[in-house]
């Protein structure tokens, strides 16, 4: 009986070393990563939180009317690893945002970079999308 008991523990500790991790992850499909597209506004909020960030912008449309535009970004260590921190974007921020947009139309996207008045840029860490001069 013991023995059988250590042929199992065995067993179940041999199995475990062939275990991969699983990675559990959505598709960004639903971004048209083929387009890149800007918004200017102003910061409505700026969630550091996990599984991924999320930048909240009012602009205006081509009436005038402010509407809020919702852009998701990588998570906080993938952030973090490019330099962005839980403060790099306030509420009452003007920016002009590099994204690739929501294949819906709605008024969302995949943040690519911020720009900031001042001359600042921030980049999402594992895209360049926002590459070249800042837009201001």
Same mark, same amino acid.
């Given at each position: 009986?013991?023995?059988?008991?250590?042929?199992?523990?065995?067993?179940?500790?041999? !199995?475990? %070393?062939?275990? *991969?991790? +699983?990675?559990?992850?959505?598709?960004?499909?639903?971004?048209?990563? $083929?387009?890149?597209?800007?918004?200017?506004?102003?910061?409505?909020?700026?969630?550091?939180?996990?599984?991924?960030?999320?930048?909240?912008?009012?602009?205006?449309?081509?009436?005038?009317? !402010?509407? %809020?535009?919702? *852009?998701? +970004?990588?998570?906080?260590?993938?952030?973090?690893?490019?330099?962005? $921190?839980?403060?790099?974007?306030?509420?009452?921020?003007?920016?002009?945002?590099?994204?690739?947009?929501?294949?819906?139309?709605?008024?969302?996207?995949?943040?690519?970079?911020?720009?900031?008045?001042?001359?600042?840029? *921030?980049?999402?860490?594992?895209?360049?999308?926002?590459?070249?001069?800042?837009?201001?």
């Amino acid at each position: 009986m013991l023995n059988d008991f250590r042929v199992l523990g065995f067993a179940g500790l041999a !199995a475990s %070393l062939f275990v *991969l991790p +699983a990675y559990g992850h959505h598709s960004i499909v639903m971004y048209d990563r $083929t387009v890149k597209t800007s918004i200017a506004g102003m910061v409505t909020a700026w969630e550091w939180t996990n599984p991924h960030c999320w930048l909240h912008v009012l602009v205006d449309d081509e009436n005038g009317t !402010a509407r %809020l535009w919702t *852009l998701e +970004a990588n998570s906080t260590g993938q952030m973090a690893r490019g330099g962005w $921190t839980a403060d790099s974007v306030k509420a009452g921020d003007e920016v002009i945002v590099i994204l690739n947009p929501i294949r819906d139309g709605t008024r969302a996207g995949r943040l690519g970079s911020v720009h900031f008045s001042d001359g600042r840029v *921030l980049r999402r860490a594992s895209d360049a999308s926002g590459s070249g001069p800042s837009p201001f």
